[in-house]
């Protein structure tokens, strides 16, 4: 069998999120039993059917690089996480739903993944205020995923996810609400699998279909890691 081409997927969120948890669920499609912390970075891969069901099918290998942290990190902690984020084709943002912090704090995480925190200003988000002209070039397709969704109580859900639905504006991303809990969330054919699809084979045209889609503007690896390449890395 031939060897199946792959991109990478970045999963970036604050520590207690449910990344692992996620990250698991759409790799294996079980439930993580018993979730640990993420020490560096977790690789895990999913088998994707790009265009499924048209001419043009082809299975691809995604890769999902669960990177573990706080984004409040030292400047040491995030120099050691900028070589997960060399070469990316994606990013799938992971909110948790009942915590209001780790939904402010995606779009610091975006900043730091896409090498545009180089002079960290402390503050992005503002009273609500957010400039999307930060985002105004990224050619990197994102998701956003809020998790712990079974955890709102049914008379503030509506409350709460209308909030979060301004996250995926701001960042031109398609949303998905789940409980990694629970596979139904991501039952064939429902609608967050039909996002997950989409952003997949987004990610996938980008990388292998348009011209220079795998060149990301200020993640020279020549200027990060001086030519070399991620090959001999191994992860915790």
């Known amino acids: 069998m031939a060897a199946l081409d792959r991109v990478k997927v970045l999963v970036l ?3 207690g999120v449910g990344k692992s948890s996620l990250v ?4 294996q499609n079980q439930v993580l039993g018993n979730p640990s912390w993420t020490v560096g970075c977790s690789v895990d891969v999913r088998i994707h059917d790009y265009k499924e069901g048209t ?3 082809k299975t691809y290998y995604i890769e ?23 070469l990316l084709n994606g990013i799938i943002l992971v909110h948790d ?10 779009y610091r995480w975006s900043l730091e993944a896409l090498n545009r925190d ?7 988000v503002t009273n609500g205020d957010y400039d999307r002209e930060q985002f105004a070039d990224n050619q990197i397709p994102l998701l956003v995923i809020g998790t712990k969704l079974d955890q709102i109580p049914e008379t503030k859900r509506n409350e709460v996810l209308t909030r979060t639905a301004f996250l995926a504006e701001d960042f031109n991303a398609e949303e998905i609400n789940l409980d990694c809990t629970n596979p139904r969330y991501l039952a064939a054919g429902s609608s967050n699998a039909v996002k997950l699809s989409r952003f997949f084979d987004k ?6 279909f348009l011209r220079d889609g ?6 020279s690896e020549r200027k990060r890691f001086g030519g070399g390449t991620l090959k001999s890395l191994h992860y915790d």
């Not at 180089?118 to 992005?124: H, Q, R």
């Open 24 to 27: 698991h669920l759409l790799c």
């Open 97 to 106: 739903l009942t915590n209001k912090k780790s939904s402010q704090n995606l």
């Open 214 to 219: 795998n060149q990301i503007p200020g993640f």
């Open 55 to 57: 001419p043009e099918e």
């Open 64 to 86: 999902l690089w669960d990177v573990g942290g706080s984004v409040g990190s030292a400047t040491s902690v995030k120099s050691t996480r900028a070589v997960f984020y060399n």
């Open 13 to 15: 969120g604050d520590s």
């Open 203 to 208: 990610v996938i045209e980008k990388r292998y």
């Open 118 to 124: 180089v002079a960290p200003t402390g503050v992005l």
